[in-house]
């Protein structure tokens, strides 16, 4: 992949934001244009993720934005992406204040056909928790590059590109192939370079209107920062789907990973891990939606050169709409990070497992303005580290509001 083009793609949005401020929300012909703009106040009680001595700050957040896409109705192929901008301003902790942007493209063949096709291009600059994510994301290929802990406040360059293709062999039968390339390139000199690739075959088999079967088989390479250590995986899983209602689906996926480490100097380090995969869709009644998902798997740590983590990632949402204007949503995301091989801290060698638990609340309300909402949220992390001193609690509280089309 190359970057220079990637970044091409995206520098054409970071003057989307200018439009949003306009309000601007056209569809003309065969375009949908729809702006967004969001400012809110938060107060942040540990700016730096400290678990002793934490300093707390009142900063402003503005977001803005774009999104784009042809009309689905007009032709088999269409264009969509958009681009994003974020401002963290703190009122103490000047050193602490940030911009994230991006922008992203996915061309898709055929929607709604036996065959369809997807392309997708991405780059963005965070520095901070990846809140905005992948404006263009590939669907269907369930992950590319994920980060440990060790880089969650730390401003990085995220480039990504990939391609899709599924295809419908029967009323019962389809085939999905992907692959995604992912680059993270670390703005400090301490953290390392990560850069890696992932395919994908899933075989989808319906055995009833309501039961199906599936095989998933998934090969990846990673490098670490050019010379250092790099990685293969090798991964195959089979399991069941459920459709109990129209409002109810569940995925469940078992099998085994092969993880392969080439170290510089040394031997390769082979290992065999159990694989699963999980998600779950409920309309549990006209006014609650619940869904739920987790994945674990390898890869190599971004702050250790001869490391690597077998991770666990899961996630579950709640959505209640309490009135026709006010609508309140919890989300709370788990995510393990076992260090393979014992770390350096503190000039001693430790083994290092962290957990992270992350609660976000929200409550969101439309007066009776069009396109405009009004919201508060609390959100919560907390970090438990078999090294204590890697520990700490974070509690922010935010409120504003946001116009989008």
């Known amino acids: 992949m190359n970057r220079v083009l990637t970044t091409l793609f995206a520098s054409s949005f970071l003057a989307c934001p200018v439009l949003a401020q306009l309000r601007l929300a056209e569809q003309s012909g065969d375009w949908n244009v729809r702006p967004y703009a969001e400012a809110a106040v938060a107060y942040d009680d540990n ?24 009309s689905a109705d007009q032709a088999a192929l269409n264009l969509s992406g958009g681009g994003l901008y974020n401002r963290r301003e703190y009122m103490d902790e000047d050193d602490r204040s940030n911009d994230t942007y991006g922008g992203g493209l996915s061309l898709d063949y055929g929607m709604g056909e036996v065959t369809e096709a997807q392309a997708v291009a991405g780059y963005r600059l965070v520095e901070d928790d990846d809140a905005l994510g992948s404006v263009t994301p590939l669907r269907g290929v369930e992950r590319g590059l994920n980060q440990d802990i060790d880089s969650s406040s730390t401003e990085r360059e995220i480039y990504e590109g990939g391609l899709a293709l599924k295809r419908e062999l029967s009323d019962r039968t389809q085939v999905l192939l992907g692959g995604l390339y992912t680059a993270v390139d670390y703005d400090n000199p301490a953290s390392l370079d990560l850069e890696g690739w992932v395919a994908q075959a899933l075989v989808d088999h319906g055995l009833t209107d309501k039961i199906g079967v599936f095989g998933l088989a998934r ?7 050019g010379d250092n250590q790099s990685a293969d995986s090798l991964t195959g899983q ?25 170290l510089p100097g040394m031997d390769d380090v082979d290992t065999d891990n159990f694989s699963f995969s999980l998600s779950l869709n409920w309309q549990a009644t006209d006014k ?26 899961a996630f579950v949402n709640a959505g209640y709409a309490l009135s026709e204007s006010i609508d309140i949503s919890l989300r709370g995301v788990y995510r393990q990070d076992d260090y393979v091989e ?16 992350q609660v976000i609340a929200r409550v969101d309300y439309r007066p009776p303005v069009d396109n405009l909402k009004v919201f508060a949220q609390v959100a ?4 438990d580290s078999s090294i204590d001193v890697i520990d700490y609690t974070r509690t922010t509280v935010s409120a504003g509001l946001g116009l989008a089309y």
């Open 47 to 70: 700016v730096y993720r400290a678990g002793a001595n934490e300093v707390d700050d009142t900063l402003f957040d503005l977001k803005a934005g774009l999104l784009f896409r042809t």
């Open 288 to 313: 609650l939606t619940i869904s739920a998902g987790g994945y674990n798997g390898s890869q190599l740590s971004s702050a250790f050169t001869d490391n690597a983590v077998e991770f666990i990632n």
């Open 219 to 225: 090969a990846g390479s990673q490098e670490q920062d």
């Open 342 to 357: 014992p770390v350096s801290q503190g000039g001693l060698s430790a083994d290092r497992e962290d957990d992270r638990i």
């Open 238 to 262: 089979i399991g069941l789907s459920f459709t109990a209602t129209d409002k109810t689906t569940l995925r469940i996926g078992a099998g085994a990973e092969n993880y392969n480490r080439s």
């Open 380 to 383: 919560t992390e907390d970090v």
